[in-house]
């Protein structure tokens, strides 16, 4: 019954997080406009850091912030969740045998 609901619950969360990156360049196009406001960069903006307003929204979900980025981070957040989870109840049952 465990693994089922862990299943499941990965399943959903990798097909909301692959919906969520189809739509984000849609979204991202229409937020997006220009207002006039010009964005002061001292150097090119080759560094490491992005300047605020150097970069782009994501096309493809390969992109920098793109649908596969998310997914990797909801499952780095999701398999500690799940390994805590399966470590207490295993203590859980282990304590309560005689």
């Known amino acids: 019954m465990y693994g089922k609901f862990v299943l499941i619950v990965v399943l959903t969360s ?3 997080l ?3 990156g189809t739509g984000s360049s ?3 196009e229409n937020v997006n406009e220009s207002d006039g406001v010009t964005v002061y960069q001292p150097d090119d903006g080759t560094g490491i850091i992005p300047k605020p307003g150097s970069g782009k929204a994501p096309s493809s ?4 912030g793109g649908a ?3 997914t990797l981070l909801g499952l780095l957040i999701l398999f500690p969740v799940v390994a805590i989870i ?3 109840r295993q203590g859980k049952r282990r304590l ?3």
């Open 86 to 88: 399966s470590v207490r």
């Open 68 to 70: 596969l980025q998310l």
């Open 26 to 28: 849609a979204i991202a």
């Open 96 to 98: 309560s045998k005689p």
């Open 61 to 64: 979900i390969t992109d920098r």
């Open 18 to 20: 692959t919906c969520i």
């Open 14 to 16: 990798a097909f909301v």
